[in-house]
């Protein structure tokens, strides 16, 4: 029997969350960049194609996309994210991207929240939508039925397992026994009917845990790399807020913790014959969304700029915001002269700077 404070407290955590990512008064932003900066496109003077027949067109894990604009998760566990959640798959199904909902936990504690979740597929019948839920619970009595529970409740087209060890460490309630994950995954990924997702959530995945990742049975990785937003920050305010002092000075010093978004699917990139490759934290234009695309990724994700559009904004606003990330990458495809996704992967690159030499530090080529 689930203790009514237990669904309070969760649910009071998700309140926090979206009150402090939507909000002006906090700082967390990480201050280190995503890494783009440090990759180079080669200009074409002469493109050789003709731009109104660009195509940004893109399939993920069997699914097409319009555009390779992945919504990623942020809203949950709450009863006034039904209305966020709402309009963001609205946006989903009208643009034919695809979005994941925050964290689905809460809901199996509380039946009242489920319908904060399902709306999403009401009203997006046909957009590829993922569930989510936090890794860790595998070892907080979260089974693999309830798990099961959580994609139907979507009618997911694929489960987003997110990976926060920093986060969990710095948050005052957080759950912070990672172990033997791997072998509970790889059970978990025979058993379920859909394609896992492993995300981190602003600290990017290194190769030797893609491949651990891949070898436990998940399909994709979402690098949520450095650069973004910091959840180590947010977990930070909500600990000053509670005068929890240790876990306020962990979260303000691992603030900018985590491999760049570039530096990440690079990483990733190298096992992109085994698996598919989200690259997501602190991308912020179609040009910076270009350049991931370019190294293998197969969408790029948005998370805290759609949530902050919508938390006072209206879904055309949010249309508005993706058009023009989309001509911004079609621009970007433009100048360097290529056609479609395809294409892009194949241009020339220059990577220098600090991503330069972590690949060398690295051993990478």
């Not at 595998?138 to 798990?147: A, D, E, G, R, S």
């Not at 947010?234 to 570039?262: C, H, P, Y």
């Amino acid at each position: 029997m689930v203790k009514k404070n237990e669904k309070q407290l969760i649910e009071q955590r998700k309140d926090d969350h979206l009150e402090i990512c939507c909000s002006d008064k906090y700082d967390i932003e990480m201050s280190v960049s995503n890494g783009f900066e440090d990759i180079l496109f080669v200009p074409r003077a002469v493109p050789e194609i003709n731009f109104d027949k660009i195509s940004i067109e893109s399939k993920f894990l069997g699914h097409n996309f319009s555009s390779p604009i992945f919504l990623s998760s942020m809203t949950g566990g709450v009863h006034e994210a039904k209305s966020m959640n709402e309009k963001i798959a609205r946006v989903a199904e009208k643009l034919q991207i695809g979005m994941g909902v925050g964290s689905q936990r809460a809901a199996l504690l509380d039946p009242s929240l489920v319908d904060t979740f399902s709306v999403v597929r009401e009203v997006a019948p046909t957009a590829f939508i993922a569930a989510n839920i936090g890794a860790v619970q595998l070892n907080y009595n979260v089974t693999f039925k309830q798990i099961k529970k959580v994609v139907e409740m979507i009618k997911a087209d694929a489960l987003i397992l997110h990976l926060n060890p920093l986060q969990e460490v710095v948050q005052p309630e957080g759950d912070r026994n990672f172990d033997k994950l791997l072998p509970k995954i790889a059970t978990l990924s025979k058993e379920l009917d859909c394609p896992i997702i492993a995300k981190e959530v602003g600290s990017g995945i290194a190769i030797e845990d893609g491949n651990a990742l891949i070898e436990a049975g998940v399909q994709a990785i979402d690098v949520a790399g450095a650069g973004g937003t910091s959840w180590a920050k947010i977990e930070a305010v909500r600990a000053q807020q509670q005068m929890k002092l240790t876990n306020q000075k962990i979260g303000e010093l691992f603030g900018n913790w985590g491999l760049s978004t570039a530096v990440s699917t690079l990483e990733i990139s190298k096992l992109s014959e085994n698996v598919e490759i989200i690259a997501s934290g602190g991308i912020r234009n179609g040009l910076e969304a270009a350049k991931a695309l370019s190294l293998k990724a197969n969408l790029v994700g948005m998370a805290l700029p759609i949530a902050q559009i919508l938390k006072d904004g209206t879904e055309i606003q949010l249309i508005e915001s993706i058009t023009l990330f989309i001509q911004e990458l079609k621009t970007a495809m433009f100048l360097v002269g290529a056609i479609n996704l395809e294409a892009l992967r194949s241009v020339p690159l220059a990577i220098v700077g600090k991503t330069a030499q972590w690949l060398s530090a690295r051993g990478f080529e």
